[in-house]
């Protein structure tokens, strides 16, 4: 991590200099050029993938959609790019792209040090390890000594660290670069254990021929709050984003859903729903957008609980329960702030 | 003509006895190249075993026991025991020819990549009608692709971010190989040159893109470039990354060049000079074309090096056939597949740096005059 931070924060410091030059702010960036540019994962299952027609889809991709619609009017005006675990922070820094909506863990130095500002969490992740029964292991304090397979230049790589050091165990890394790799060393038996966070271990165990063969064990060792991100300095971009996400959530809460929206915007008793659909009030001026952004929004790719279930859900191979992920009213951890 | 009277005198050659049975035919032919010492014997069997444990099982995969028609990885399962799941290429063979570009604008890259085929033909066929006038049509051919791939000027634009697939890997490798010769061949003269200022500019390059990996330039391409160039200037990332990719290549082909001139006889460079010919001519009419041909199998070698570097880009994000490969895994419905999307990606590179291994043999042979 360390290796990884001062490039970016260098890059950081030239973009730094190189932007105050010529800030007109992201929206006019976006609006100017009638497309969003948003980075996502090169291909993590749920979160970010392609369809037969090349057509990006996904958990994170439908957030970058749901911004795309709020500000632009069409959810299809997104330029993605895929980034890996190393290029992520410094295309956002860079300004090659507007938005990052890839999996990644909010953390201090993330936000603090490598000036990004995280818009909110999206997915409540934690740290897993997946093993082969035949391994005769119960718990990851059985673990001592174990070859483990960990993907490069991420959180994962420093909570197995701290993880064994602090059960006092030792082990040895197999470094990869991508989940594929991870899962093909895993299954080669090149690593006894397969670590990252246990949504990407649900789906890829889903994926094994014999899925039976594989436990996931009951230990989270870290809090990985995803999100998505945008660079310091633009407030208003960043308020756009964050409330896009929190409309989602907000929509979720009161029941409106992509098919019932419009119904709900006219005939609403209720004056938060009439607020956020943009039939009441003035709230989408005070950042740029047109009165109805969080209506485009949900019409384009549903409440934040329909994008879960499409790519993540209990209906689809990922398999995911909602858990941590499920609305405050229902014991999550989901709760956007107020909308007024 | 005299009869013969005598009658046990032979009246005509009596015909030719059959070589010993084992000395011919596929016995023979067995017995010669397969079983001619007891450690070919032995490696001939092992062979033998090996080839008939493997063969089958893999024809049997890929052939046989396959499936062309499934919508999942679970239905190709549920109807094979084991066998390849072809469906996913089925499904999927223009992403990885094309990437993501617009389905209805396939006609760009592939009349590009068939005018490249235009192009090529006066550079490799010497014996061309009016081949001069033809080469000069040819050096058009970068702008004439780069406007049908790119649009622009009547075309729709298409930009970089859709580009993929096998398409990416052509634009990168036939960019890199074209551009990279030439170069390399200044950059080999300069360094064999006797100006100090010239030859220590080529030492410095040379010396500095050879120090440094692929990897490293990539990630200039892709990250650092970006910082320096002013905010607005949106310089493409697949024309930084051919750019990095090109010096990269220029820098091996300008040392395996100079390998080439160093290998020729020192008379032949006194014998220009004392034609009277200036360094120009020189170089052209003695020296370069003997020090290419020296140069050929290393030149070629260079150039299926270069082509499959070009696969190192999907560490910067770029979706060439490799970097495809996850974002299909992904797909809920192809998740758990790599062999199949692996072996097809390893057929495409295998048709084309095998069709360029074989034209730098034609090329030997032609180009073979003797000093033997």
Known sequence: MKKMILPVALGAAFAATSLSAASAGTLEDVQERGKLRCAVSTGLAGFSYTD?????????????????????????AVEFSPTTGKTRFTALASGEVDILSRNTTWTFSRDADLKFTFLGVSYYDGQGFMVKKSLGVASAKELDGATVCIQTGTTTELNLSDYFTAEGMSYEPLSIETNTEGRANYLADACDVYTTDASGLAASRATFENADDHIVLPEIISKEPLGPLVRHGDDQWADIGRWVLNALKIAEEKG????????????????????LLGASGEMGASVGLGNDFALVAIKAVGNYGEVFERHLGTQTKVNLARGLNAMWTEGGLQYAPPFR | MSENTFAYVATSEKPQLPPPQGTTGAVGWARENLFSSPLNTILTL?????????????????????????????????????????????????????GFYPTELYWRPILAFVLLFVALVPALWDGMPKRGAALMASMTYPFVAFWLIWGGFGLEPVSSTKLGGLLLTMIIGVSGIS????????????????????????????????????????????????????????FDIVLRVVIMVTLFASAYMAEVIRGGLAALPKGQYEAADALGLSYWQSMRLIILPQALKISIPGIV?????????????????????????????????????????????AFMFFIFCFAMSRYSMYLERKLHTGHR
């Open chain 2, 179 to 234: 551009f990279s010769l030439p170069i390399g061949i200044v950059l080999a003269l300069s360094r064999s040159s006797n100006l100090p200022i010239v030859k220590s500019l080529a030492v410095i390059f040379i010396e500095f893109i050879r120090g440094v990996p692929l990897i490293t330039l990539l990630f200039v391409a892709h990250v650092l470039l970006n910082y320096f160039l002013p905010k607005g200037v949106n």
């Open chain 2, 301 to 345: 070698n260079t150039f299926i090096g270069l082509f499959k570097d070009t696969t190192l880009v999907l560490i910067i994000g770029l979706m060439d056939p490799l970097g495809l490969v996850a974002p299909t895994l992904a797909d809920q419905r192809w998740n758990g597949i790599f062999v199949e999307l692996y072996a097809f990606i």
């Open chain 2, 46 to 98: 092992i062979s033998v075993f090996v080839v008939f444990s493997t063969v089958p099982g893999i024809f049997n995969w890929a052939f046989v026991n396959s499936v062309w028609n499934a919508n999942s990885l679970d239905e190709c399962r549920a109807l094979t025991e084991n066998g390849a799941c072809w469906a996913v290429i089925r499904e999927r063979y223009h992403q990885f020819l094309f």
């Open chain 1, 52 to 76: 037969e027609n090349g057509k990006w889809q996904g958990f994170d991709v439908d957030y970058c959609r749901a911004v795309a619609a709020a500000v632009l009017g069409d959810a299809d």
């Open chain 1, 256 to 275: 409106i859903t992509a098919a019932n929206a419009d119904e709900m915007a006219a005939n609403s008793k209720d004056p938060e729903v009439l607020r």
